[in-house]
């Protein structure tokens, strides 16, 4: 195993960030690839975006800087529960189809996002009465029917979603209530059965660097691995915000999930601040996009990193997050940031050092 030159040209990259931005969305001019999706290339790293898909089908300038930065898609909201079956037995999967076919048209892969959730469930199961064994049975039926649907077409499903709490505990959701902690064993089985090709992640937010969170992610996948459960990857959400530091040893935590033999990704990255945004804090979102990247490309397992949506006009963030934003890669007019620069440079500078961790 040989130390990568990265760790070393990391640092640099931070530096060379401060020079400023250096190419605009639109796609690579010169001899040298400049997109984020040819620098991945180079190394064996996919590069993702959330896709907002109304914003899609509506938004040249959109579709334009979503098809040539990213060599992935994961759309944000239209494969969940809610989205593909708003009546019981009646499924809607228009919105999701498109994404794929836009994704196709592209070259782009598919990460499908998310099977098994507590969140952005139908109101006719969340308003229901149901027996656990019911509920079981319904829980198996939208596994089978999405995974069937779309089989052959995504290359990463988020299997589980979000099932710990952050002091490593078992998140108590509709799922652990009637089918007890075996519901995530059962959820990869049954999505492994609908599509057996698809590489299946469990996927979750806060557990970037060591702590208990991770600790009890990493008990889990362990203990499943063991077991033969068909599960093939960890998905690191990445949603980090400039006042609460950097996560620990994320490069360590990879790899103790690549010695179980298990990929890692970035899912959702994007680096949150309170606004208006000063250039310190555009320098620090930089940073810990940087941070991820760089562990991610140390480790050969760590597959794709993903951003939850590339600009600042779509984000999630400032409607749950009080004050903050600026979270994304380009601003609010699609011009790329700091935090776009910096994720380039480190790709570049990555280039010159294609090897990693699990690599010889
Ligand atoms: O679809 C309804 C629409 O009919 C209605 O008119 C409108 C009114 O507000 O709401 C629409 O639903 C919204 C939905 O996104 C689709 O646009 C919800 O209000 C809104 O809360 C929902 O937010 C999504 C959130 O997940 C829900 O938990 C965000 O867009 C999405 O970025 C976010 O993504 C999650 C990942 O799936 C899991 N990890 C965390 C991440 C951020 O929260």
């Known amino acids: 195993m040989r130390l990568p030159r990265l760790a070393l040209a990391g640092v640099v990259a931070a530096t060379m960030a401060v020079t400023g931005v250096m190419a605009s969305g639109g796609g690579a001019t010169g001899a040298q690839p400049s997109t984020l999706k040819d620098l991945g290339s180079q190394v064996g790293l996919r590069i993702g975006t959330a896709v907002n898909t109304d914003v899609l089908s509506t938004d040249a300038a959109y579709r334009s800087i979503t098809a040539t930065q990213f060599s992935t898609v994961t759309p944000e909201n239209v494969m969940k529960w809610d989205a593909v079956e708003p009546t019981q037995g009646t499924y809607n999967w228009t919105a999701a189809d498109q994404l794929v076919a836009f994704a ?63 002091d490593g505990t078992l998140r108590d959701t509709p799922w652990l209530r009637a089918i007890g902690p075996d ?34 992610v990493y008990a889990l996948l362990s203990k499943l691995k063991a077991q033969g459960v068909p599960i093939d990857g960890v998905g690191l959400q990445g949603h980090l915000d400039t006042q609460y530091g950097l996560p620990s040893d994320i490069t360590g935590n990879l790899l103790r999930f690549a010695s179980l033999h298990l990929y890692s990704a970035f899912t959702e990255a994007d680096v949150r601040t309170f606004v208006p945004v000063t250039g310190a804090e555009l320098l620090a979102e930089g940073a810990g996009y940087n941070a ?6 140390q480790v050969a397992r760590c597959i794709s990193f993903t951003v939850w949506g590339w600009s ?15 979270a994304d890669l380009y601003d609010e007019n699609y011009q790329p940031k700091e935090a776009y620069a910096a994720v380039q440079q480190t790709l570049q500078l990555a280039g010159g050092a294609p090897y990693r961790y699990g690599q010889s």
Not at 196 to 206: E, I, S, T, V
Not at 292 to 297: D, K, V
């Open 292 to 297: 991820m990247l760089q562990s991610c490309l």
């Open 104 to 166: 196709k048209a592209n070259g782009q892969k598919v990460r499908g996002h998310t099977l098994v959730w507590e969140s952005q469930l139908p109101a006719w199961l969340t308003s229901g009465t149901f027996t656990n064994d019911q509920l079981k049975a319904l829980l198996h039926k939208h596994i089978t029917d999405e995974v069937t649907h779309f089989k052959g077409n995504i290359w990463q499903w988020d299997v589980v979603n979000e099932a710990f709490n952050d």
């Open 183 to 216: 519901y995530i064993a059962d959820a990869f089985r049954w999505a492994h059965e609908a599509d057996p090709k698809a590489l299946l992640f469990y996927n979750d937010y806060n557990i970037e660097g060591m702590g208990p969170k991770s600790d009890a």
């Open 312 to 326: 600042d006009k779509w984000s999630w963030v400032p409607r749950v997050f009080t004050g903050e934003g600026s």
